[in-house]
């Protein structure tokens, strides 16, 4: 995967050598054109951080493919109260075509009647992915955003202030470590008949799932607080806030983002177990996940209720990824090769 | 000693036959990012038995690059090309074992951090074992024995119990004699020394050239010495080669480089060297008139009167501790230290490392809690004030750190890292923010264009320049300057320090510089301080501190700072061996 620690400098020969060359520029500064001095607008980070991104060729196709599964998942079956273009409703059964077979066609390209197959009791099976997709990155999204934001705030704020602040956040996360996911899972789907929508299941997961990452923020801010850029904004009079906020925090992440991605597609397997196990996404409401998990014992018979789900699954964990890693080679200067 | 017991060594060739190490053509490349880059070219140098070869020159010229080239230990993306002959055989192209074989058996290595060099897991007297045991054919025990009687030929105190100790035991003077115990361990015939002293104190410094001359003396070994300082130089070596951008620019013996260098950039080179005693020898006045309050100032440390005008520092029985932690006790870093600098005035802070001139520094723009004593900055008593009630007043003070590259948060781009101060305190937004970074960018002589820059992209000296202008953002009355260019090669510190002056004549603030070059003091301040292990040793003017020192310690500490001319360099080291044969105290 990528490389946690390379945000670190290292001072190989080729930085050396970069050295070298630009010693040899500062020679020559007396003599600076005043061409040179002709005025350069400011850039902030985050137009350099937006340019950088859409440099990136994978991260840029990575992001198409989720905008494209996005808008294709959300505007065919409908969202809510919201109705779209596709014809069929995934919860209804209809009489079976050529035994259910995918009438999807490349070449001469037709969606036919049932584009990705029928289920065994006839169900459109391309509503049925299409809503498994919906729910399945609605609880990505939402683990990944609600455990990245707690696990951040928690780590940063245990590793910057030290002290009591960290003994109890630490304990915290400790205690959140011990508990076991699925016992708990367990006990509030009995105590509130299945954990119900997606929203209150995503949001439970990433309750529970932010230990991870508030540990390794921690340890970031634990040897980034001691740099001693933070020393010279601590010097000029920094709050707390923004040295967390706009010194520390942009240079973990890397750490973070990396962390992040890999919990939204871990988060989807973590969905498909527990509604495998029955505390998850309830019947007939569905998920990738669920799919899977229903029809695994057709794979022989019909292996497109295998495929389909399997095939969303890949394509968004994979395009997450792909903009994970784009995002942080975005976010680390050193990546920039080409001088400004 | 026990050296002298040890049976004649039968690989040592004659005296006269021929050179022990010769260079021709020696080219050196690195593959970046699918190109060939040039590191070194056409290096040529030859040094003959028992000879001290320096090879000088900054950042970047190639010189350790060249002497790793050798004994191919450079990484695998270089290639090596022309030939080096170690007395008679080939080493460029040599098969790897072959190589391992002259490692450390005829080429002894010594590197510039002895911290990182040593293995912090395995005691001092295993990894010195570990080299006699891989190239002879002896017993541990042998091994052992041979072990301590390095360390006694390195002059390590006590070498039967330091055998058993660990690196992080030892203090850095220490631990770079265990590297020299390892490098010469099998006798060789050749030692590479690569900037051996660049990481140690002054005195510390001197203390080891002097072992690295007698052992040179008494083994008879050829000496390749790697630095960037001509005060090293001076005091060690026999023949001189300066490099810069990977090619010799001139060769010849010590004394005709020093006094009449034929290039332009070695004359350069020389001329950027800050020579103790120039200063001052050259009659040159301090311009600047000392401000009323302190016209009259004695030596003494006791307190003065009060002085009329309040003093833009006023430190006062100053205390600071490093709190203890676990086990730890607490650690008294600074104790009852007490100056004052005048507006306008610059006070030399001076001292070797762990003396606690960083820690005062750090104290006076509140980085550092203080223990007890005060800390007035234009009147007004810093100590103990919490964030909320320090923030105002944190724009009367400013600190340039010492190392650059760390200072400058890596995330944000040299305008946004300049524009800070402004951004905080005059809440500056914007064009008002983009034209104020401007204005500091030419005051400093960088291109505007540099503002979108990100640290990693600018030179030392260049990254150097941005902290000063940060540091000047707010137009501060003080400044403390904790060593800004030591990290910087000596061409590059020289125009830095000329920047540094301007801007002070210019601006008037008063300015704490702190440093462990005394030369580079000399330069800059009107008075000078002395620390010694967290308590002022001795205060006064320039000339009084500098040509008259009234302690032991300031005279050792000037004794031991080299100075970048040969002859003056043998008479200063003559000198020094009699004051501390008179008694003065030892080391550590």
């Known amino acids: ?340 | 000693m026990a050296i002298e017991t040890q049976a004649p060594d039968l690989r040592r060739a004659p005296e006269d036959t021929g050179p022990i190490l010769e260079v021709r053509g020696l080219g050196v490349d690195f593959r970046v990012d699918g190109e060939w880059v040039m590191a070194a070219r056409d290096v040529d140098f030859t040094i003959k038995p028992g000879e001290v070869l320096a090879v000088v020159g900054e950042s970047g010229s190639g010189k350790s690059v060249s002497a790793m080239g050798i004994l191919g230990l450079l990484p695998k993306n270089s290639r090596t090309v022309g030939s080096a002959t170690l007395r008679g055989t080939e080493l460029i192209g040599a098969r790897p074992a072959a190589l391992r074989a002259v490692r450390g058996n005829d080429v002894g290595l010594i590197f510039q951090e002895p911290m990182t060099a040593l293995n912090p897991v395995l005691t001092n007297g295993f990894q010195v074992s570990e080299v006699l045991l891989s190239h002879q054919n002896i017993s541990p025990a042998q091994a052992r024995e041979r072990a301590i009687e390095l360390f006694r030929l390195v002059d390590l105190p006590n070498p039967e119990g330091r055998y058993d100790s660990y690196p992080h035991q030892l203090s850095g003077g220490q631990r770079q004699r265990v590297m020299i115990a390892m490098a010469i361990a099998c006798d060789p015939v050749l030692l590479i020394a690569d900037e051996p002293t660049t990481a140690l104190d002054v005195t510390v410094q001197a203390e080891i050239l002097d072992l690295l001359r007698t052992l040179h003396h008494r083994l008879d070994s050829a000496i390749l010495l790697i630095t960037h300082d001509m005060g090293v130089v001076a005091d060690l070596a026999d023949t001189v080669v300066v490099m810069k951008d990977g090619r010799v620019v001139e060769s010849g013996p010590i004394r005709q480089v020093f006094s009449s260098p034929r290039q332009g950039y070695t004359r350069e080179l020389l001329a950027a060297v800050p020579h103790l005693g120039a200063q001052i020898a050259a009659g040159q006045l301090v311009v600047r008139e000392p401000a009323p309050g302190t016209a009259a100032v004695t030596a003494g440390l006791e307190d003065r009167a009060p002085a009329p005008v309040v003093p833009a520092l006023d430190l006062r029985n100053l205390v600071l501790e490093y709190p203890s932690r676990g086990r730890t006790p607490a650690f008294r870093a600074v104790d009852d230290v007490s100056f004052s600098i005048a507006h306008g005035e610059v006070l030399g802070l001076v001292g070797e490392s762990g003396s606690g001139k960083t820690t005062i520094g750090r104290a006076v723009v509140g980085l550092l809690p203080v223990a007890s004593g005060s800390v007035s900055i234009g009147g007004t008593d810093v100590a103990g004030l919490s964030r909320r009630e320090l923030r105002p007043l944190r724009r009367r003070s400013a600190i340039v750190f010492q190392d650059p590259a760390a200072s400058l948060n890596p995330r944000m781009t040299i305008g946004e890292s300049i524009g800070e101060p402004l951004f905080i305190h005059e809440k500056l937004r914007k064009a008002a923010l983009d034209r104020r970074v401007e204005a500091l960018l030419d005051q400093v002589q960088l291109p505007h264009a540099y503002r979108n820059r990100f640290p990693h992209e600018l030179s030392g000296g260049q990254r150097q320049r941005v902290g000063i202008a940060r540091a000047l953002s707010l137009g501060p009355d003080l400044l403390v300057a904790d060593e800004p260019t030591s990290a910087l090669d000596v061409s590059v510190q020289a125009h830095v320090l000329e920047l540094f002056q301007e801007l002070q004549r210019e601006q008037g603030f008063a300015c704490l510089f702190i440093s462990h070059d005394l030369a580079v003091v000399e330069i800059l301040a009107s008075r000078v301080a002395v620390l010694h292990r967290g308590k002022l040793a001795e205060i006064g003017t320039r000339e009084e501190v500098l040509l008259h020192p009234r302690e032991p310690y300031t005279r050792r500490l000037i004794a031991a700072a080299p100075v970048p001319d040969p002859d003056e360099q043998q008479t200063r080291r003559a000198g020094r061996a009699a004051a501390l044969a008179a008694g003065a105290d030892a080391e550590d």
Not at chain 1, 179 to 190: E, F, G, H, R, Y
Not at chain 1, 298 to 309: E, G
Request: hydrophobic letters at 50%; aromatic letters at 10%; a neutral charge.
């Open chain 1, 1 to 340: 995967m990528t490389d946690l620690r390379n945000d670190l400098p290292d001072d190989g020969p080729a930085i050396e050598l970069a050295m070298g060359t630009l010693v040899t520029l500062d020679d020559d500064l007396a003599e600076v054109d005043v061409l040179a001095q002709q005025s350069v607008a400011a850039r902030s980070s985050t137009q350099t951080v937006m340019r950088r991104f859409r440099q990136h060729r994978a991260a840029m196709s990575g992001f198409v493919v989720l905008v494209a599964i996005i808008l294709l998942a959300f505007s065919s079956i409908g969202f809510g109260p919201v109705p779209g273009w596709w014809k069929l409703d995934f919860k209804i059964p209809m009489p079976l075509v050529d035994a259910g077979a995918p009438t999807l066609s490349v070449w001469p390209p037709s969606l036919g009647e049932h584009p990705f197959g029928q289920d065994n009791i006839g169900r459109d099976y391309f509503a049925l992915t299409m809503k498994g997709a919906q729910q399945s990155l609605i609880i990505a999204f939402l683990v990944g955003i609600v455990g990245t934001v707690i696990g951040t705030v928690i780590g940063a704020c245990a590793g910057y202030f030290r002290g009591w602040t960290e003994a109890v956040l630490m304990r915290l996360t400790d205690v959140m470590i011990t508990i076991p996911l699925l016992a708990v899972a367990a006990v509030i789907a009995v105590s509130s008949k299945g954990l119900g929508g997606v929203w209150i299941l995503g949001a439970f997961l990433g309750l529970v799932t932010w230990t991870g990452l508030a540990r390794i923020v921690r340890g970031e801010f634990l040897s980034l607080r001691e740099k001693e850029f933070v020393d010279a904004a601590r010097s000029v009079g920094a709050s707390s806030g923004r040295i967390i906020f706009r010194h520390i925090l942009p240079n973990t992440i890397g750490v973070i983002i990396v962390a992040a991605t890999l919990a939204i597609s871990s988060a989807i397997l973590l969905e498909s177990a527990l509604s495998f196990l029955g505390f998850g996404v309830q019947s007939p409401d569905t998920s990738l996940g669920q799919l899977i998990n229903s029809y695994r014992s057709a794979m022989t018979t019909r292996p497109w209720l295998f495929w389909w789900p399997g095939l969303f699954i890949i394509a968004i964990a994979l395009a997450v990824n792909f903009i994970g890693d784009g995002l942080r080679d975005a976010f680390d200067p050193r990546q920039d090769r080409v001088k400004a």
